[in-house]
């Protein structure tokens, strides 16, 4: 490969992996931003409302708190300390200059060897931890978005499987109840019969365990999101 080729390639691949940085900031829309889509809504309301995801929020807040405090760690290096005794607070009294020994301010500034080296040391490790919580949150909000939108999904399949399956068992109803009365009125045979309540009983079970999952389906999501599914507005 000659250099002229080796350049386009590099910058192409240069290209790709920044265009694959992820904004965990557009994750999740923030609250101020209305968005026509129910399940980027859900996904909102859900990040508000989580309690992990309190835990991760009061997490980076603590590693703030401590980024900041290594940062000014040195000051427990300073003292100061004040003299007060008859000759400080009345200096006209001190005829033979004894204040001179009972200095009324005294600064001080005492540091170790080791000091100089964990304190920076201290301060670096503070901002590791910070990052650790700031990708701690990031995670978060990638798997809160994912379930949240897998489960607003299911949620619609199991709606649409339970509408299919409680039409089908109306029909079936409807069908059964005729082939029920042309066996009261002698006009079918019981072999007959026994097989439209058997279809009955199966289309009939099979609409509870459909109801169920989808009521199931819809307290999943519900429980990502903190509120009942009618409330979202």
């Known amino acids: 490969m000659n250099r002229m080729n080796i350049v386009p390639l590099f910058l192409l691949v240069s290209f790709s992996a920044a265009s694959q940085t992820i904004d965990y900031n557009k994750i999740i829309l923030p609250e101020h931003v209305r968005t026509s889509d129910f399940g980027e809504k859900l996904v909102q309301i859900a990040w508000r409302n989580h309690p992990l995801n309190e835990v991760y929020r009061r ?27 008859e000759f400080t607070l009345n200096p006209e009294a001190d005829i033979f200059g004894r204040a001179a020994f009972y200095p009324r301010y005294n600064i001080g500034l005492a540091i170790s060897l080791g000091q100089l080296f964990t304190i920076p040391y201290t301060t670096r490790k503070n901002k590791e931890m910070l990052m650790i919580a700031q990708a701690n949150l990031n995670q978060q909000k990638l798997a809160l978005r994912n379930a949240v939108l897998k489960a607003y999904n299911e949620y619609l399949l199991r709606e649409k499987v339970f509408k299919l399956q409680s039409q089908l ?65």
């Open 59 to 85: 997490e980076m807040a603590i590693a703030n708190v401590n980024v900041r405090a290594s940062t000014v760690d040195w000051l427990n290096t300073v003292r100061v300390s004040a003299n007060m005794n």
């Open 169 to 233: 068992l109306l029909d079936n109803e409807t069908s059964h109840k005729l082939v029920e009365q042309r066996f009261k009125n002698g006009d079918t045979t019981f072999e007959i019969y026994s097989e439209s309540l058997t279809r009955y009983s199966e289309v009939s079970i099979s609409a509870m365990q459909a109801e169920t999952a989808f009521k199931n389906a819809k307290l999943d999501l519900e429980q990502l999101i903190g509120v009942r599914l009618e409330d979202v507005r």
